[in-house]
């Protein structure tokens, strides 16, 4: 079974330690304690999208691309192709929903 955390986890330790960078400076950026940015980077937390983006920012990546790469890696997991292209909706598409 695909743990959700774990691989949203493994993308943000992987996207902190390309930038050389360390749990205590990504901590203190996205203003999280380092403990708790140490669990959701092993899976073991689960991360509100606010903290998420959080992290993102700290990490000065959007949080869109992270969850795209998280999907894309998921969809690996799950033996199905990945979504290369995704559509975009405009203002207008969205106002419609």
């Known amino acids: 079974m695909i743990v959700l955390r774990r691989v949203i986890g493994d993308e943000l330790r992987r996207r902190r330690q390309d930038q050389g960078r360390t749990l205590r400076e990504v901590s203190s950026a996205?203003?999280?304690?380092?403990?708790y940015?140490?669990?959701?980077?092993?899976?073991?937390?689960e991360a509100s999208s606010?903290?998420?983006a959080s992290i993102c920012g700290a990490l000065d990546v959007p949080l869109a691309t992270?969850?795209?790469s998280v999907?894309?890696?998921v969809a690996v997991l799950?033996?199905?192709a990945p979504v290369t292209d995704l559509p975009v909706a405009g203002p207008s598409v969205v106002a419609a929903a």
């Open 30 to 35: 996205a203003r999280v304690s380092l403990g």
């Open 37 to 45: 940015l140490s669990e959701v980077e092993r899976g073991q937390k």
């Open 50 to 52: 606010e903290l998420l």
């Open 66 to 68: 992270v969850l795209r």
């Open 71 to 73: 999907s894309e890696e």
């Open 78 to 80: 799950e033996g199905v």
